[in-house]
């Protein structure tokens, strides 16, 4: 059932949702460290653009976004315009969404190298046991 008439305790919901965006405006505001912000690939080539190297072909000092590029930047390999990039995140961080991060087993907070080791180390351990049966009479 709708209440038609506005409670004091739906003024206050609002109240705390607008303080909600407020401090997530906020957190938006601080700006980014270099590790922090997303890495770009090409599409056409497969470069990837490191904020936290930059670009020493077309003297990109490290720490630019890509998003503040200048209109002229190509890609180094290929010379691709930006928008032939996608956004493929930070490096070294977990894969997906951060609020996924907690979900599963604990596997979704690795990061993909972490997920590699673990995925061909219980692959070659499994390989090692059925190899190991060979040895039995």
Do not use: H
């Amino acid at each position: 059932m709708i209440p038609l008439v506005k409670s004091d305790n739906a003024a206050a919901d609002e109240l705390s949702a607008t303080s909600a965006t407020a401090e997530s405006v906020t957190e938006e505001a601080k700006p980014l460290t270099p590790a922090e912000m997303d890495c770009y690939e090409c599409r056409a080539c497969g470069y990837t653009y490191e904020p936290t190297k930059g670009d020493g072909r077309t003297k990109v000092p490290a720490g630019v976004e890509f998003k503040t590029l200048p209109n002229t930047w190509r890609c180094p390999v290929c010379g691709a315009s930006t928008t032939q990039f996608s956004n493929i995140g930070p490096v070294g961080t977990a894969s997906g969404f951060k609020t996924n991060l907690n979900y599963g087993f604990g596997v979704n907070k690795l990061t993909p190298g972490q997920k590699n080791i673990l995925i061909f180390g219980a692959l070659g351990v499994g390989v090692l046991f059925f190899l190991s049966l060979y040895g039995l009479q």
